[in-house]
């Protein structure tokens, strides 16, 4: 005669085996059901260089396939939409979206994940306008105060612009570095260890337009000039300049 126990064990072993079964089924489900293709992901995102959607059938430069690589490579890794795209953002910024609500509505949900004890970046003002730039004059510059509002250390190793006429350095405690510009196109930025400023403390964001990059071109420019940092909200933080080149 079967004892009583075991033939409680028999069934109870089986349920449980159906009941974890379930679950790794659901799992894929869940998984299956929220992961995307890189085409879709593609057109969410521009090619800094003509701010056009990124399209593999259509890549424009090398930045362009750089990017769309990369979100290749986390397609093929079968994540959900919105890991593949907060990957890209910590990677190349919030001013890569195409849609400017969808960048708020990922700013947002950085901020409300970010530590409240993180480094904070802080640029004034975030635009000028140089007015008239006259080639024949040469180069203009002007600086904007960049001050760490968080209370960790604020640490910049990168930095890049919108186009090859305009460049980007710090100036910190009396030490300046290296000029940034725009990657790519035959142009590699400096090597560069960073600089670490600490909570409370000021820098100077130096930025410079040099006319002679586009030679006799007249009329009116807006570049942009990106500084990357450590800060887990606004990692990639933007300002502007506008000029209208004459002669």
């Not at 994540?79 to 907060?86: N, Q």
């Not at 930095?159 to 940034?180: H, L, R, W």
């Not at 130096?206 to 500084?227: S, W």
Request: net charge negative.
């Amino acid at each position: 005669m079967q004892s009583p126990k075991l033939a409680f064990k028999i069934p109870f072993f089986i349920l449980s085996a159906v009941l974890i079964a379930g679950l790794f089924f659901s799992l894929w489900l869940f998984q299956s059901a929220e992961t995307v293709s890189a085409e879709e992901i593609y057109p969410l995102f521009v090619c800094p260089c003509c701010g056009q959607p990124l399209d593999k059938n259509n890549i424009c430069c090398g930045l362009a396939e750089e990017r769309i690589s990369y979100i290749d490579s986390l397609a093929e890794k079968r994540l959900a939409e919105e890991k593949i795209v907060i990957a890209f953002v910590e990677e190349y910024g919030l001013n890569s979206f195409a849609s400017e609500s969808q960048a708020e509505e990922v700013r947002e949900l950085l901020a409300k994940t970010a530590p409240t004890d993180r480094p904070i970046i802080s640029l004034s003002p975030d635009f000028y306008d140089f007015g008239d730039v006259s080639q024949k004059e040469g180069n203009v510059s002007v600086s904007f105060e960049l001050k760490n509002k968080g209370e960790k250390d604020l640490v910049i190793k990168k930095m890049d612009t919108s186009c090859g006429c305009t460049f980007v350095a710090i100036d910190y405690k009396g030490e300046t570095s290296p000029f940034f510009t725009m990657a790519g196109h035959g142009y590699e930025n400096p090597e560069w260890e960073g600089v670490s400023i600490p909570a409370g403390e000021t820098a100077q964001l130096k930025v410079m337009y040099d006319p002679d990059v586009h030679g006799e071109f007249r009329g009116f420019v807006i570049r942009e000039v990106y500084i990357y940092s450590n800060d887990p909200v606004d990692f990639e933080k933007k300002i502007r300049v506008e000029l209208n080149q004459v002669e």
